[in-house]
């Protein structure tokens, strides 16, 4: 009888323990996945923008999107409509579930494997009241990190 209980222990501490060695094992993958990388850091570029730390947030875009706004440009346009047209010092936003797309085309000869499309929504308090803009956003592997680029039709 003892050793019968002594079987049913380890057994059940040897479940408890590959439990948990699974769960940790999940954890850590999607803690380090390539999507939540990528939210990651359309975290950091709209938390630049928040702040109106435009230089920063530029700094986070894909290199198609650098030679559509030299970094000068980008500055003084963002902080001209936002801050001055708009009247607000900062706004909030609100991300979508990411969604994984696969051959996601940026140019004619440029095609990624995997990038992840979000949904951003900023919200303001502006001097013409409550307004909502919502902007797809895709990330883009470049390098080894993830970066901003944002969707066009030319």
Known sequence: MQRYRNLVLLAG?????????????????????????AVKAAEAFYQYEQQADFGNS????????????????????RSHVFLQHFGVDTFQYQFSEAEKLTNYQVTEDIIYEEVY????????????????????????????????LWEYDN
């Open 13 to 37: 501490l040897f479940l408890f323990v590959l439990c948990l060695g699974i769960s940790l094992f999940v954890f850590i993958t999607s803690f380090f996945s390539d999507q939540r990388q």
């Open 58 to 77: 530029w700094e986070l875009f894909h290199s198609s999107m650098k030679e559509r706004f030299s970094k000068g440009d980008y500055i003084q346009d």
């Open 117 to 148: 499309r979000l949904m951003v929504t900023h919200i303001y308090d502006s001097k013409y009241g409550y307004l909502e803009i919502r902007q797809p956003v895709i990330m883009v592997p470049e390098k080894e990190k993830w970066k901003v």
